[in-house]
Every structure is written in C-alpha cells, then in structure tokens.
C-alpha cells in the first residue's frame, strides 16, 4: 500500500565543510583530558548524559562562593541577586526555545518530572473514561508509564504508533489512530534507543486538525538540533539540564501559556501560592503556580550557563557537524562483519545503536571500556523498542559535537578487539 503520508526530513544535510574546530571545543570541557584503564577517554554515552563545559562549573561554584541565597523570598542583597541570576535563566530558556513568553517556561527537575505534571495537572482534568492517549513505540519509558498510570487512573487507552524496520513511524497508521476518542498526543521527538528524528511538525499538525494537543518529549534533541517551540506549534515540550551540558536535578517544562493557566497546581507548598488560609488556598500565577518549594538555583543558574555557551557556537553548527561525525560512524560500523545496526531511520540524529552476533550487549561494554570507550549498552529504558526489534539489549554509542572521527575509529578498533575476544 503507497503511503499517503511522506516523511519531510527535518534534519541538516551532513557537514562536509563545516567550519567547526573540534578541537578548540574539547578544550573547554575539563573531563574529556582524563585517561580511564590507561586509555584517552572516549566518550561516546552522551545521550545517558553529557559532559559540562568550564563555564557552567565556573558558574556553579560562583554561585554558591558568592551569590547563594533563597530566591523570591528576601528583601536582602544577596536573595535580589539569586532571584535576578534564577530569572534571567529562565529567560535565556525562554529565548534557546523561542517560547512567546516567560510564564510559559517552567522548572521542573528533568523531563521525567515535566511529563508527569502534564499527566498528572492536564491529565487528570481532561482525560475521562473511554479516551485516548496515543504515544509512539519508539518512547522512553518516562513518555509511557506517566500515560499508562493515567489511562489506568481514568479509565482511559493508551494507543501506540507502530514503527518500521528502520525505526520510523509509520504516519498512515498514526492517521488511523488520531480519531475522536484521541485526547492527547505525546511523542518523543528524538529516539534515545535509535536516533530517529520525528516528524514532529508534521504529526502536530496532524494532531491539530482534530484539535488534539501534542507533548514532545526533547530530552534528545534540545542538545543536538535548533527547537522553537513556535514553530513547531507543540502544546507541551520538555528537556533535562543535564543532557544539554547542564546540571543534574533540573529540566524544563514549556506549555503554552493558555493551557498551563486552565491547569491546577502539580505540588502544593510555598512559592506557588499568593495566599493561604485554612478555608482557601490562592494559587500563584505562572509560572510560580507549578514551582512548589525552594527550586534547585544553582541548577536554573548553571542551565542558563550550558544554554548561552551552547547559543554561543550555534545550534545550527552543531548539528550539521553532528550529522558528519554520525555519517562517519555509519560507514565505521557497517564496516565491521557482524554488527548490525539498530535504527536507520533517515532522519537521524548521533546515535549508533548496534548489536553484534554471538556478543551481549553488556559484554561489548564491558571490553570497550577497557579501551577507555565509554558507551551505553542496555534497553535504554525502551524496552518496548528493543522487543520491536526482536533484542534483549543493544550497545549504544552516542555523539555530542565535542566528540572527532579519531574517537569513532577507536571505536571500531575496540568492537573488533570485541569481536576477537568472543571468537
Ligand atoms: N526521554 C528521553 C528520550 C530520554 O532519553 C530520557 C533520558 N534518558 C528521558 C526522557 C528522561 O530524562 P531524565 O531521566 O533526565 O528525566
């Protein structure tokens, strides 16, 4: 059957003269100079999480040797000056998305929490008995069981869009499962198992036309391509500081600002209220409404660090070097008898996702890093995918733009060593 949906690739084209000097890049991440076992550290685990550049620990540390106070609550100096630094992050945040306006740009502690406000706020206002859910088969499991608890909760179907052999997902049948009964959409817009960019414009759109709102889940891509939130029209996205060379505990929620405003509070607790008393509560506007307790400010403070140095080289730069470093692992890959390569999406972004005969997946890990090759090897929290697939687990190499074609060539040097070792 023809599909009726063709796939509009949202990628760049690979970077063959891309003015991009790699090396100038490395060193300003301080942990990329260490050797692990007597080998030069290659890391290629940066979906799991990605390094920190100097700037974002320079800014911690300044943070908490020279402006560490409680924010939104003091009248002295030092609260005015963390609550400035806290909400000057957010609107760095506001301006890395393109989100219209601040109140739309909330802090959670990392995706996982983010999709589960929008299960739990908008999820259990909206979603009755007998409605739908629809998620891809290709989601994280954070984009899955905050849905399923959900569905279970109200009664509701959680629907999933199959996928092909290569990892994509298969529009017509999107198509088909976008019905009435569909109240929600949420999507994961690149794959951490396989790499696959989504065509998330496209599939809001989609959603849209039945007034269906969309969540995309970016904690793969805000690192590694462009996102303008306007642009792609999504009611909802999230992503994890700690992937786009930030801390740890803090992520993002952006939500359009007239869906958040209809949504009740996640967490109650101070910040998030204008008054109390025990009669009647009065909740805080956005974004305050959704940021209960004393947020994570050294987090907010050090994610706006990792947003302005990554602005600073440009979105655009890295991706298009990305898509040569992944071109190049492809071919590095391929080349090795055996290995078969999980996810061949065309649209892709830096993920080598790969299984070798006779190998688990754990014991690839396990001798790579022994040639200082860090890499990832599991179900990658997507065991539905890997059940797709017909694998318990796969090895995963993942790229950032401080990663060169040397770390792919030792790489394949320490799969093949691999591969010796078994045999
Ligand atoms: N979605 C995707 C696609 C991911 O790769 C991850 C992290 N591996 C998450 C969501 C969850 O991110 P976090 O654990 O930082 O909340």
Not at 287 to 296: D, M, V, W
């Amino acid at each position: 059957m023809r599909a009726t949906h063709e796939l509009t690739l949202p990628v760049p084209t690979p970077g063959t003269n891309v003015a991009f000097d790699v090396d100038r890049v490395r060193k300003d991440f301080p942990l990329l100079r260490q050797q692990v076992h007597g080998k030069p550290l290659v890391y290629l685990d940066n979906a799991a999480t990605s390094q920190k550049p100097q700037v974002v620990i320079d800014t911690l540390t300044r943070y908490y040797a020279e402006e560490n106070s409680n924010v939104h609550r003091g009248v002295h100096f030092l609260s005015e000056r963390a609550t400035e630094a806290h909400e000057a992050a957010r609107a760095n945040v506001r301006r890395f998305l393109n989100a219209a306006d601040t109140r739309e740009v909330i802090f959670v502690r990392g995706a996982t929490e983010g999709i589960n406000l929008v299960a739990q706020s908008y999820g259990r206002t909206h979603i009755k008995p007998g409605d739908e859910i629809i998620i891809s088969w290709m989601e994280h499991h954070s984009n899955i069981v905050p849905w399923q608890m959900l569905c279970e909760d109200k009664g509701a179907v959680l629907r999933v869009i199959p996928i092909n052999d290569d990892g994509e997902v298969l529009l017509d049948e999107y198509e088909r499962l976008l019905t009435p009964r569909t109240k929600f959409v949420a999507l994961v817009h690149v794959s951490n198992a396989l790499g696959t960019i989504n065509p998330v414009k496209q599939m809001i759109e989609m959603a849209h036309r039945q007034r269906v709102p969309v969540l995309l889940d970016g904690a793969q891509a805000v690192a590694h391509l462009p996102v303008d939130v306007q642009e792609l029209d999504c009611d909802f996205y999230v992503f994890s500081g700690h992937k786009v060379l930030g801390p740890t505990g803090i992520g993002i929620l952006y939500g359009k600002a007239d869906f958040l405003e209809r949504m009740p509070p996640y967490q109650g607790g101070g910040d998030m209220i204008l008054s109390v008393t025990f009669e009647k509560t009065r909740y805080n506007t956005l974004p305050y409404k959704f940021e209960a307790g004393t947020p994570h400010i050294a987090g907010v403070v050090g994610l706006g660090a990792a947003i302005d140095y990554l602005q600073g080289i440009g979105l655009d730069r890295i991706a298009a070097y990305e898509q040569g470093l992944l071109a190049y692992g492809t071919d590095v890959l391929s080349a090795i008898p055996g290995l078969r390569l999980i996810g061949t999406a065309r649209g892709k972004a830096g993920v080598l996702s790969f299984v070798l005969e006779g190998i688990h997946a754990h014991d690839i890990g396990t001798v790579l890093d022994q040639q200082g090759v860090a890499i990832r090897a599991g179900h990658h929290c997507a065991m539905p995918v890997m059940q797709r697939f017909g694998v318990p687990a796969t090895a995963r190499a993942s790229l950032a733009f401080y990663n060169t074609r040397g770390e792919l060539d030792a790489l394949g040097r320490a799969i093949r060593k691999a591969i010796e070792l078994f045999s």
